[in-house]
């Protein structure tokens, strides 16, 4: 079966874009949709495959139920044949990657396939796909102490030697710098951090599924 780990960050964020979400997935593709990944987790088997929206979730079901398979929401969307993809007409519109999502390029690929289906002429930039190294603020702060008793492999041996502790003023000065650079009104984040870090920076961002469910 088909699970969907809907996020709580993005849930916070954006109430109705994620009950849309969610009800497409469970009417249109049978989906069970749980709640937070941390207590969720435990009811995957080696059966289910997890979809998931956050990074955060991706790396906790797949450290703590490695049977399980995982995809991207992003990689379930690109392939419907069916979703009644809204029209931007043309709209450019500056899509940040991830640097937590370096290596995953079917994720990469989705995305862009899905802006392209918004008729969203996408605007790169110079550090895109794997080159990027934006995460918003979440190599500047250490990792939250849930995160790292649940999924320690992910948040504390693959991030040694990646993390730049920084003040908060540090902090806001590099979001600022990195906002600087975006040429367009809009700027497209699939990452929770991206987002906050690009509101921050005084960038106008917008979730990628809040312009898929058309609630920004």
């Known amino acids: 079966m088909f699970v969907y780990y809907p ?14 979400i969610k009800e497409y997935l469970k009417e249109k593709h049978g989906m069970r949709i749980e709640g937070c990944c941390r207590p969720g987790h435990k009811s995957l088997t080696d059966q289910d495959t997890a979809v998931t929206i956050c990074h955060s979730c991706s790396a906790i079901v797949k450290e703590t139920v ?38 995953k390029k079917s994720l990469h690929d989705a995305v862009r396939n899905i802006m392209k289906k918004m008729n969203i002429e996408i605007v790169e930039l110079e550090e895109n796909y794997e080159k990027s190294e934006f995460c918003g603020v979440f190599r500047y702060n250490p990792m939250k102490e849930g995160n790292i008793k649940i999924a320690p492999n992910y948040f504390v041996k693959q991030m040694e030697g990646k993390l730049e502790l920084r003040t908060e003023e540090e902090q806001q000065k590099l979001m600022e710098e990195h906002c600087s650079q975006y040429t367009t009104d809009r700027v497209v984040c699939y990452c929770n951090s991206c987002l906050r870090g690009v509101k921050q920076g005084v960038g106008n961002g917008v979730h990628l599924m809040d312009l898929i469910m058309q609630t920004a």
Not at 7 to 18: D, Q, R
Not at 75 to 102: M, N, V, Y
Request: include cysteine; charged fraction near 30%.
């Open 7 to 20: 996020s709580c960050n993005f849930t916070m964020a954006s109430k109705e874009g994620s009950k849309k």
């Open 66 to 103: 490695p049977e399980a398979n995982e995809i991207s929401v992003w990689g379930i969307l690109d392939s419907d044949k069916e979703f009644p993809w809204p029209d931007l007409h043309g709209e450019k519109i500056t899509l940040q990657d991830c640097w937590r999502a370096g290596d």
